[in-house]
Every structure is written in C-alpha cells, then in structure tokens.
C-alpha cells in the first residue's frame, strides 16, 4: 500500500521560503509515476501547485510558478516543494499525492498546515 | 489557468440521488477524458472516486458514477446516505500548458 507524508515547519515567516518533504513508502519513486503537490488554504477549495516525474521533469501551476520549486529524491524515496517569498495568502494544508499522468491524484498525505505569520 | 466550474452546494434526502455538475473548456474537460472526482471529509484528506470520468477504484461504492457532454462532467450519487455528506470536488488534465486543474468544490448536504 502506498503511503505518503508530509513534513516541514508550520510557521512561516512573510518573504521567507516555505519547504515541505514528502516521504514515500510502499512504492519506490523511481519505478515511476508522477508525485504532486496540492493545497487547500482555511475553509476554500483545492489548489493544485505542481506535479514532478521520477526523473526529474516538472509541471508547475502558472499563478506559483515564479516561486515554486519541487524536487526529488530518489536514494531517499521523497520529494519536496519549495514556495519563495510566502505571504499570508500561502497559508494552507499542503498535500503531497502520488499523480498518475501528473494530473490524477490517487494516493494522498495527511496534509499538514502552514501558517504564514510573523 | 480557472478553475473548473462547480455549484457551491446541493442537497438530498437519504435514499435519492443527486447529481454534481463540472463546467470546463474545451482545454480541460471537454478536449480529455480525464475527470476526476474527489470526496473530502472535514478535517480529512480527499479521497478519489471516479476518475477517467466514469471509472470507480477498487473499493468505491457502485452508487457514485461519472459522465461527461461536451464540457461538463458530472457526478452522480445514487440512493444517499449519511456518510456521503462531504465536499466534492472535480479536476481534469488540461492542456495549457500545466497538467492539472481543480473545480471550485461542492458541498452536498444529506438532509
């Protein structure tokens, strides 16, 4: 069974970089698929923020773009996103997922929430 | 990049059925037949229903089902129950230059 979980700080100072790293288990990331990550700020809908390949090939959502970078790791199993120059609309559960074809989210992390605040 | 087009809510009795609407272009859910539906509980992680717009994972009930005419997609849940009230959220693959794009979620209350 493929498990996923997210982990990082939950506090954020504003202009500062926001990195999470998700540790994969029950599948190894370089046998393939795409890994993504997705947020969800308080109370509003999904957001998708971009999705990696096992070598290294990246997709990311237009509106991050700018200041979204996810790598990953595959001696560790795990792969991790970093968002520069956070501010309080960043604030949100981040979840990472495994993304068949980079769009099709079927194994999910707990999430965990990052609040940008001074 | 919009997102995909969803009521904010809907409603039904235990036992009915309802239907969830997901309003794209021709980029996104109109151009692929690659919807996905997602259920997500209060405080939980979504969890995947349908995807391909009208297959189920293995272990999804067979009272959820997908379709999809021309841009719309929609999700219907069949004979409601309780533990269907959640947060629906649809996705497609989309062509513009980026992989993926949520719809803006859908709360379904069971009366």
């Known amino acids: 069974q493929v498990q996923l979980q997210e982990s990082g700080p939950g506090l954020v100072k504003p202009s500062e970089t926001l990195s999470l790293t998700c540790a994969v288990s029950?599948?190894?990331?370089?046998?393939?698929?795409?890994w993504g990550w997705i947020r969800q700020p308080p109370g509003k809908g999904l957001e998708w923020i971009g999705s990696?390949?096992?070598?290294?090939?990246?997709y990311y959502n237009p509106s991050l773009k700018s200041r979204v970078t996810i790598s990953v790791d595959t001696s560790k199993n795990q792969f991790s996103l970093k968002l520069s120059s956070v501010t309080a609309a960043d604030t949100a559960v981040y979840y990472c997922?495994?993304?068949?074809?980079?769009?099709?989210?079927?194994?999910w992390g707990q999430g965990t929430l990052v609040t940008v605040s001074s | 990049q919009s997102a995909l087009t969803q009521p904010a809510s809907v409603s039904g009795s235990p036992g009915q059925s309802i239907t969830i609407s997901c309003t794209g272009t021709s980029s996104d859910v109109g151009g692929y037949n690659y919807v996905s539906w997602y259920q997500q509980h209060p405080g939980k992680a979504p969890k995947l229903m349908i995807y391909d717009v009208s297959n189920r994972p293995s272990g999804v009930s067979n009272r959820f089902s997908g379709s999809k005419s021309g841009n719309t997609a929609s999700l219907t849940i069949s004979g409601l129950q309780a533990e269907d009230e959640a947060d629906y959220y649809c996705?497609?693959?989309?062509?513009?230059?980026?992989?993926?794009?949520f719809g803006g979620g859908t709360k379904l209350t069971v009366l």
């Open positions: 029950g599948y190894s990331i370089s046998s393939g698929y795409y």
């Open positions: 990696i390949y096992h070598s290294g090939s990246t």
């Open positions: 997922a495994r993304a068949q074809g980079g769009y099709l989210f079927d194994y």
């Open positions: 996705s497609s693959y989309t062509s513009s230059s980026t992989l993926a794009v």
